[in-house]
């Protein structure tokens, strides 16, 4: 006996096969009719679901936006964790997260996806501007708790430590991904956090 899924079972699963297919083809390449073969669905039956593919995306761009914000809350009830070590938590989250969903890339400098849909734009260019935001704040407690040097702009030094994200991110999928981007970052993150500590 077949078992009808809900619709947010259904959206989910398009969702995931979406992001599956992205990092397989790339994300100008998966269309609707990939999309529902995926899934099990024909088109009409996915259009009852998402009226219009940049719905789609959206929704792919909420879900890594949940994943983002359940790591980054996780990370500041550690109330314990000193300024340097919360900054460290957020970079290293941040190449997990790209680790697990590897589409991501893909996605953020996907001009044709980007161009296209203005609300995508939008819901990637808050989360970047969130991330930026808490990065901020750790140097800035850095700085006051006497760990990292006073003549830093902390806003400067959170898009610094986003460009590490971005760049090893790009590396690593041109590389097809033949090293961690975990380790790697995680080296990297290590020489470039010398560079901001007090003398």
């Not at 039956?45 to 914000?69: C, N, T, Y």
Request: hydrophobic share 45%; with cysteine; proline share 4%.
């Amino acid at each position: 006996m077949r078992i009808r899924k809900s619709a947010d079972e259904r959206k989910a699963e398009v969702v995931a096969a979406a992001l599956k297919l992205a990092d397989e083809i790339g994300p100008d390449r998966v269309t609707t009719d990939t999309l529902a073969g995926a899934v099990g669905l024909t088109q009409p039956g996915l259009f009852r679901h998402f009226p219009k593919k940049q719905d789609i995306w959206e929704s792919v761009a909420g879900h890594i936006g949940q994943q983002m914000q359940k790591r980054w809350a996780a990370i500041e009830r550690r109330r314990d964790d000193a300024p340097e070590e919360r900054l460290r938590r957020l970079i290293v989250g941040q190449l997990r997260l790209i680790q697990t969903f590897p589409a991501i890339p893909s996605l953020l400098f996907s001009r044709e996806l980007l161009v296209e849909n203005v609300r995508l734009r939008k819901i990637f260019g808050k989360l970047l501007e969130q991330f930026h935001q808490r990065l901020t704040q750790c140097v800035i407690d850095a700085q006051q708790s006497g760990h990292f040097r006073a003549d830093l702009v902390p806003g400067d030094v959170a898009y610094l430590l986003i460009a590490l994200v971005q760049g090893l991110a790009v590396r690593w999928s041109v590389n097809e991904r033949r090293f961690s981007i975990v380790k790697e970052g995680e080296r990297l993150l290590a020489l470039q956090l010398q560079g901001f500590r007090q003398p």
